[in-house]
């Protein structure tokens, strides 16, 4: 998925880059559920396939939205973190969900966590992207 820009708007340079389905997806399984290895991102409720996943995780590696790195733990995998970039799409990620949580028919106990944090306001968003950089630190 490579990015090509139509247009210098800001909303369009974003949309470039993030703006399909998968995308949002594996930042989502990263922020909120931790995932960090490939295998787990492929055991996601909407069913990614390899291709694709491998796909967007290089773009989101080459577009400095996540890091890639030998998992120390483990020596044939990899470990993929969020950078500072990745981490600033909490507030996204945030607003998408209260919304869905409104205007859609959500999960229950998934739509309160987004409500939570959207209702906290910055310093809710702040306190998580907090530790969401001691969590992807290197």
């Known amino acids: 998925m490579a990015t ?15 703006g399909d389905r998968w995308t949002l997806l594996i930042i989502r399984d990263m922020v909120f559920a931790g995932k960090k290895h490939f295998r787990e991102f492929l055991q996601s409720d909407e069913g990614i396939s390899s291709r694709t996943l ?3 995780l290089q773009t989101l ?26 981490i ?6 945030a607003t998408l969900g209260a919304w869905g949580s ?10 309160r966590i987004t409500d939570q944090l959207a209702a906290g306001g910055e310093a809710a968003l702040e306190k998580m992207k907090a530790a969401l950089r001691v969590e992807h630190s290197v």
């Open 88 to 93: 600033d799409l909490l507030p996204v990620l």
């Open 54 to 56: 491998a796909e967007r």
């Open 4 to 18: 090509r820009e139509k247009s210098d708007c800001p909303i369009n340079l974003s949309l470039e880059l993030i």
């Open 102 to 111: 409104k205007h859609r028919k959500a999960d229950e106990r998934l739509a």
């Open 61 to 86: 590696q080459d577009e400095g939205i996540l890091t890639r790195s030998d998992d120390p733990t483990h020596g044939l995998r990899t470990v993929y973190r969020l950078t500072e970039a990745g």
